[in-house]
Structure formats: C-alpha cells, structure tokens
C-alpha cells in the first residue's frame, strides 16, 4: 500500500507502539528499521539515542490523547488519529486548523515527554537543567535546587527529532514546522517554579525553588484556545533565495503580516465534517451521540447538522447507599433512573 509522507506521519509511532513491548530487547538498529515511516534523520537519531523512542512514543500518545479530549464534543473528534483507517492510510491530513492542532498537541507531547523523561533520569543524555542545580541564588532571593526540569533540552531534542519530517520545502511543510514550534512553545511558556523552606519549625529561612512542567492539560487547553483563533496563512514569495517561499497572514489587498510564534495557522479551509469523506479526514457525525440540551458544538443541533437525531430510551442501573457493616460486609441497594440518549441521524 502505498503511503505518502502525511498521511504516515502517525503511523509510525501507533505501529510501533503496539510493537513497542516486544521490540525494546532488541537492538537499535532492529528496532529502528522496524518503524515504519521514519524519515531518514529520524532514524539516525533513533539509532544514536535508542533510549529516548519510548519517551518520543509516549509524547506523541499523549498528545493524542489530549487531542482527543479536547475535541470530544466536536464533529471531528481526533478520532482517526492512531485508528486502524489511519493505518491503512485513508486519511489525508490536510493543511486545516484541524491539522494545525494536531501537528501543535503532538509536538508539545514529544518536548514534554522528553523534559520529563530527563528529570527522571530515564535517558543516559540529559537529567536536571545543570544551569540551576549549584544553590546559586536568583534575582527574588531564593536559591536553586531540588530538580530543575530541562526543558530547553527537552524542546531542542523535539525539534530535531519532530521536524525531521518536514523535508519538502513546500507550504504543507512550512505550516507543518509553524505549528510544531507553536506547540514547543506553549510547552516552553507554561514551565513553572515550584519551592521548599527549610529552616527550624516552618521558618522560611532558606528557600530553594527549581522549574517544573505543567499539567500537559494546562497545554492542551491553550493549544484549544489558539486552535479557536488559528489564522489563515497563505505562501508568498520569500526575499532570500534561501526561503523561496514564506507563510504570511494575509490582512489587506496590499499587506501581509508575519504569523506570531504562537498562533497556529492553516492553508486550506476546514470541511464541514458532517458527511462521509475519508479523503478529507471526515468520518461523519452519523450515530455520533449528542446532548439536546446544549446549544454548544455538542448540542444535536450543530453536531447532526440538521438532520436530526434518534432517542434511546433505557434504564441506567448503579450500586448505591452502600453500607459497611462490623465485621466484613458491604451492603448495597440498587438504583436506577430512566435516562434517554440521542444519537445523530
Ligand atoms: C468520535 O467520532 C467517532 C466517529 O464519528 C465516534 O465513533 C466516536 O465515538 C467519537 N468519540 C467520542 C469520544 O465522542
Ligand atoms: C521513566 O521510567 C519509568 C520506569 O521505567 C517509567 O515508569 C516512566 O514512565 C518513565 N518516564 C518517562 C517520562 O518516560
Ligand atoms: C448537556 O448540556 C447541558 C447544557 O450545556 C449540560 O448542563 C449537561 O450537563 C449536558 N449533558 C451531558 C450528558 O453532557
């Protein structure tokens, strides 16, 4: 079957994921070969540093399963990533705000992924950010110390190694590495300071602070936002002979505006994701379930797109008033409730 770079951009690390287990006994140079999809400085990197695969594959699940819960209540849902259809190669990522996000979520995962692996001395080449370990004192007062997550480490080797892919030169692969940076970004903007005292009964006589990531979902959240407001780009003939071409924001007739670090941007306008088209990434929203209720994205209304939707009517069963009783039993009663659930035409 053949697969075009895009569309196995997932692939490779959902095949050999599932792989993952069976293959870390063996070798670099087997367990490289077996990844399907890599590109070839991907490979060398795998082969240099096998150690950090599991992180990389851990990263990129991670942003997927972000992905996944940010987007659950929407027509496109994430859903196809790491799926067998995307597998099989049906699905095309396009140049959409759907992409963008995607592209965003999973880099940040790698980057995050790996500045935590290196904090828990999971890889032989990194550990605690070395600048902040020797106690010296910051600007505010407090002494360095404790674990100070590497993220600069973390965000380069994610660089190299998620940007690696990106080797046409094409607008797809500008847009591509725009939103890979976005998503190191929103990783890099979100790193925290954590702080002990010590001193005698609770006094904060000395205090050493050192960096922390945040929650991966603090990322995704933000991500969401830029996703909301992710701009149009659109390629225009570069100045040095170096970049043929760059992506500017188009604002006016005459001016165009460079994209902000942050923003995500997109080529190609979304589709409406109601219908059937695997050629666009869409699944559909038949039999999706929907909230009645709501006038959100996950209200039937827009999910259904106005074809309306079924009811199901059933009885939701559940353990409850449980009871502990000396010595050693649970008692239980039953309840239950009739709840209905709709489902999209
Ligand atoms: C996402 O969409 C697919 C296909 O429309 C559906 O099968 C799946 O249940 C959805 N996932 C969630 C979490 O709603
Ligand atoms: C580090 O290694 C431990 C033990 O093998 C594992 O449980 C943990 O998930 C790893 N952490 C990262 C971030 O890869
Ligand atoms: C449906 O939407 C309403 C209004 O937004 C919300 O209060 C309710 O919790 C939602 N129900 C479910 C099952 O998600």
């Known amino acids: 079957m053949f697969l075009t770079q895009k569309s196995c951009f997932f692939l490779f690390l959902i095949v050999f994921l599932s792989a993952l287990s069976s293959v870390v006994a063996l070798g670099a140079n087997i367990i490289c070969n077996r990844i ?144 890979n940076r976005a998503g190191r970004k929103a990783v890099k903007d979100r790193m925290g300071t954590e702080c002990k005292c010590h001193g005698v009964s609770g006094a904060c006589t000395i205090k050493t602070c050192w960096t922390t990531l945040p929650r991966f979902r603090e990322v995704g959240d933000f991500l969401m936002k830029k996703y909301k407001k992710s701009k149009l780009a659109r390629p225009t003939k570069g100045k040095r002979a170096k970049t043929p071409i760059v992506l500017q924001l188009k604002r006016s007739r005459r001016t165009n505006k460079k994209p902000r670090r942050s923003d995500l941007i997109y080529l190609d306008r979304s589709p409406n994701y109601c219908e059937y088209d695997p050629d666009l990434g869409s699944l559909g929203t038949v039999g999706r379930t929907c909230n009645r209720t709501s006038v959100g994205t996950d209200g039937c209304d827009l999910m259904c797109c106005g074809r309306g939707y079924n009811t199901h009517q059933f009885t939701r069963t559940w353990q409850c008033n449980c009871k502990f009783h000396w010595c050693c039993t649970v008692t239980c009663q039953s309840c239950s409730e009739r709840t209905e659930e709709y489902t999209c035409k």
Request: aromatic share 10%; glycine share 12%; with cysteine.
């Open 36 to 179: 399907p999809g890599l590109a070839p400085k991907q490979k060398e990197i795998c082969q240099r540093r096998p150690d950090t695969i599991v992180a990389i594959g851990e990263g990129a699940r991670q942003g997927i399963s972000e992905c996944r819960w940010q987007f659950r209540g929407r027509r496109w849902n994430c859903t196809h990533l790491g799926s067998e259809k995307a597998t099989f190669g049906h699905v095309h990522i396009l140049g959409t705000k759907e992409a963008a996000y995607t592209y965003a979520v999973t880099s940040a995962g790698v980057a995050y992924s790996i500045t935590q692996a290196c904090s828990q001395g999971n890889l032989s080449s990194c550990g605690c950010d070395r600048s902040k370990l020797d106690g010296q004192y910051s600007p505010k007062g407090w002494r360095w110390g404790g674990c100070s997550a590497d993220f600069r480490y973390g965000l380069e080797f994610a660089r190299q190694f998620v940007d690696a892919r990106e080797i046409e030169h094409d607008a797809r692969s500008l847009m591509n590495l725009h939103n």
